[in-house]
């Protein structure tokens, strides 16, 4: 073995030694692993596999799916900009990302060659309510402009620590522009806990089922159902995870949550594990809310310190729990259930076939409750408060508030909370909005609609949102948004199944081809075909929805594909003349014959060349 190996193999094994006490969790010592080579090295996968025990192949498969690492090195300044349609690198007027590749000098998706600087683009990063973002070494800086853009150049020119650079680039706010019967109401922590200590396990039990809480991450399935069948289901340990993987774009409201609101959080799944009989949590959180887990690891040792985790907790022998972060590497499926309790497992976050449900079979194959961040906040209110106290506000099927994101093109972007059954309208009134020509309600996955629709109520019975609005100007070019989320649905599939690692590539090859004028109403055929296959035979619930934005534009917004479609039956997807450029400047030739669009099939079955 070369010296040079032989160094590099003690490096890895070092960086492994370092991070395992306080995570040996793979996806933390991949992270770690990273940071100091700036990618992952192949001995380090060989080195990861054999600390852990683990097959070769499963680390080397967990290092190729998620998007935050790398088999290639990294700029030591590693920048991804957000595509998004809010927080994204147009947000901010001009090509943000294009202007600083050309000030760098920097190529798309490549390292520079002194290893500097890396600039490459991401997925939605949950700040959509601050404009135009970015992660730079998984630090979001935000709002940012122009003039921002050559200050990070000099910086980076310049070499400048990351310390140094000016603190309020990284200071990220709430954003809270309107609160509600949660978020308005003060909560002193413990006390949720004597009140289900008072009540019981089933008499608590009892009180979220009577809420008729239902999940805010979007499925909405009853809370109390689900805390009840992992309670009754079979099992040697049970466990409550915390689905703090907000990906879906235009949503930020956990991300203000789990800032502002942690101690809350953590009480609903404390909550949790006394009612189902857990006595281990977890927290899933996105890897583009990295740069909160330091606050969260200070909020869970000060909640040990208080007796309000670990052993005997506030004084009741028996009563065990405690909770543990693990972090995500970039991967929108893992907002899944089941893909992320297969990525809390060290896997690749692939959707499990259902049935069973992770409340029989869930982590390490043991009954498992999975709620989002926000279902937990209001769990603990109504351990608190009383089932009676939610029900007040809200709609007959849907009880209590809704807290929302709300961004783009409106005066104050932020969170909202309404109680359920507020109209569309009051919220973009709320918000300062005019002339509005669309809504993006729940991200691409959701629902677009048009002005005509804006006295429609949210609620699960009416428009059902997981958690965020999007506001579109009269300005705005919609079929470039609907574009958007063709390429984000393409980018993010996890490539499991056929109609949807096939479906999504398909459908943003003919949005393309539609967006940039070359469409034809057979590519708008295809895309209806596309998305029946994939609503039918996808694997999980991301397939089912990747042709929404596409439906609901054409049903809502036919005029603006009408505009770019080619009126004649079919046009290729590519320009075959132009195809052959290079072979005609190559042979130096630019007559007639070497045009495909000036031959034409001759009788005899060869070709002739046709008059202009």
């Not at 992660?135 to 921002?148: F, H, T």
Request: net charge negative.
């Amino acid at each position: 073995m070369s010296l040079n190996r032989q160094n590099e193999k003690e490096r890895i094994r070092a960086v492994i030694a370092n991070t395992q006490p306080s995570s040996a969790h793979l996806l933390h010592i991949l992270f770690a692993l990273q940071q100091h080579f700036l990618h992952i090295p192949r001995e380090a996968v060989v080195e990861v596999a054999r600390h852990l025990d683990l097959p070769i192949a499963q680390v080397q498969s967990v290092v190729e799916f998620y998007s935050f690492f790398h088999q290639t090195p990294r700029g030591r300044y590693d920048i991804l900009f957000s595509t998004c349609t809010s927080c994204g690198y147009l947000a901010g007027g001009g090509n943000l990302l294009e202007m600083l590749r050309q000030r760098l000098g920097v190529v798309a998706d490549e390292t520079r060659g002194d290893g500097l600087v890396s600039i490459s683009e991401t997925s939605c990063i949950g700040m959509c309510d601050h404009g135009a973002a970015l992660l730079l070494n998984a630090r979001p800086i935000v709002r940012v402009d122009m003039a921002k853009i050559e200050l990070i150049a000099t910086l980076i020119d310049a070499e400048t620590p990351l310390e140094d650079w000016p603190a309020d680039w990284f200071n990220v706010d709430d954003n809270i522009r309107s609160k509600g019967m949660l978020l308005n109401n003060e909560f002193s922590n413990g006390n949720a806990l004597r009140a289900a200590l008072t009540r019981g396990a089933e008499g608590t039990l009892s009180e979220i089922t009577d809420s008729t809480l239902r999940g805010r991450g979007g499925a909405g399935f009853c809370t109390g159902k689900k805390w009840q069948l992992c309670r009754e289901a079979a099992g040697a340990a049970r466990y409550v995870v915390c689905n703090a993987d907000e990906g879906e774009p235009g949503t930020f409201k956990d991300r203000v949550l789990l800032h502002s609101h942690t101690d809350t959080i953590f009480e609903g799944m404390t909550l949790c594990g006394f009612v189902i009989g857990a006595e281990k949590g977890f927290v899933y959180l996105r890897g583009e809310y990295r740069y909160l887990l330091p606050h969260l690891q200070d909020v869970l040792k000060r909640r040990r310190n208080r007796n309000l985790l670990g052993d005997g907790i506030l004084g009741h022998a028996g009563f065990n729990f405690d909770i543990e972060i693990i972090v995500g590497a970039g991967a929108y499926i893992c907002g899944e259930e089941s893909a992320l309790i297969e990525s809390m497992e060290g896997k690749r976050g692939i959707p499990r076939v259902r049935p069973p449900f992770p409340v029989t079979h869930g982590y390490l194959g043991q009954p498992t409750v999975v709620n989002n961040v926000e279902t937990l906040f209001a769990a603990a209110h109504i351990a608190l408060r009383g089932s009676t106290w939610f029900k007040a506000a809200g709609t007959e099927e849907s009880a209590g508030s809704k807290i929302i994101s709300v961004s783009g093109d409106c005066a104050k972007p932020g969170i909202y909370e309404y109680p359920f059954g507020v109209s569309l309208r009051q919220i973009l009134e709320d918000c300062g909005t005019s002339n509005v020509q669309a809504v993006q309600i729940s991200g691409p996955a959701g629902t677009l609609i048009s002005s005509a629709e804006f006295n429609r109520t949210l609620a699960f019975e009416g428009l059902a949102s997981g958690g965020s609005l999007m506001v579109y100007g009269q300005e705005r070019d919609i079929l470039a948004i609907i574009n958007n989320y063709a390429h984000f649905f393409a980018h993010e599939s996890c490539g499991f199944c056929t109609p949807c690692r096939v479906g999504t590539t398909l459908i943003k090859k003919s949005m393309d081809k539609i967006f940039n004028g070359h469409g034809t109403r057979y590519d708008v055929d295809e895309i209806k075909r596309v998305a029946a296959v994939a609503r039918q035979s996808s694997h999980c619930g991301l397939g089912k929805t990747i042709a929404n934005p596409v439906l609901d534009g054409l049903q809502r917004f036919p005029q603006v594909f009408e505009q770019r479609l080619l009126h004649r039956d079919f046009a290729p997807h590519f320009d075959l003349d132009a195809a052959l450029e290079q072979a005609r400047q190559m042979s130096h030739r630019d007559d007639a014959a070497a045009h495909l669009g000036n031959l034409s099939p001759s009788p005899a079955g060869g070709t002739k060349e046709v008059s202009s």
